[in-house]
């Protein structure tokens, strides 16, 4: 499976954002999609996750109640909706494909490139 996010860019705080992640392959619906960020300086961080059906999905606490992950099976992608974004989003956005219902970036077998998300204060 390869991945291929995009969306990121540069907003204000207060603003909102759409990444998506183009995946290519047949298997795609049977994958568990998560969202990963990762601040210069810091260790890549959980997002969120969505199960393969898109029943079920998962948020860290610092996203709860304002980012959104959805997923088209249709059209292999999956798509992280961030709204009332702040300063302390500002990350490379990465997604990732993986078999176990899990946060720990361990558990996730295939990554994308990364796309760069700005938040001006």
């Known amino acids: 499976v390869q991945l291929q996010a995009s969306g990121g860019g540069l907003v204000q705080a207060g603003g909102s954002l759409r990444l998506s992640c183009a995946a290519s392959?047949?298997?795609?619906?049977?994958?568990?999609m998560g969202w990963y960020r990762q601040a210069p300086g810091k260790e890549r961080e959980f997002v969120a996750a969505i199960s393969w059906s898109g029943s079920s999905t998962l948020y860290a606490d610092a996203v709860k109640g304002r980012f959104t992950i959805s997923r088209d099976n249709a059209k292999n992608t999956v798509y992280l909706q961030m709204n009332s974004l702040e300063a302390e989003d500002t990350a490379v956005y990465y997604c990732?494909?993986?078999?176990?219902?899990?946060?720990?970036?361990?558990?996730?077998?295939?990554w994308g490139q990364g796309t760069q998300v700005t938040v001006s204060s």
């Open positions: 990732a494909a993986g078999r176990a219902w899990d946060s720990n970036p361990l558990s996730y077998v295939y």
């Open positions: 392959g047949r298997t795609f619906s049977s994958y568990i």
